[in-house]
């Protein structure tokens, strides 16, 4: 009765391995199921129609040319100061007086 569940258990043991595979013949399997995959698409693709769509915008080109880079930039701010200085028209209001 051991001899027989031993013979058993040796049959399923060696039938669930793995053999390996020769990797032309792996290479050869992936490439027609890599084929057989390809034609699927291509069906399924052709029965709905679905392509790829690309949207075109124009592009308007215009030429470079050198002039002056000119930008302004309105800043304000407040200053604290430990002496006060009183900044006012001068003589005749044209150029500013220290007091």
């Known amino acids: 009765m051991k001899k027989i569940l031993y013979l058993v258990a040796i049959i399923l043991l060696s039938s669930c391995g793995n053999k390996p595979k020769d990797q032309k013949t792996e290479l050869e399997d992936l490439k027609k199921e890599r084929t057989e995959i390809n034609n699927k698409i291509a ?25 002056q880079f000119k930008s302004y930039v309105e800043v304000q701010g407040r200053i604290d100061a430990e002496e006060n200085v ?13 007091t």
């Open 43 to 67: 069906v399924l693709e052709a029965a709905i129609g679905s392509k790829a769509v690309v949207e075109v915008n124009d592009v308007a080109v215009m030429e470079v040319k050198q002039e």
């Open 86 to 98: 009183q900044v006012t028209k001068g003589r005749n209001n044209k150029s500013p007086g220290i």
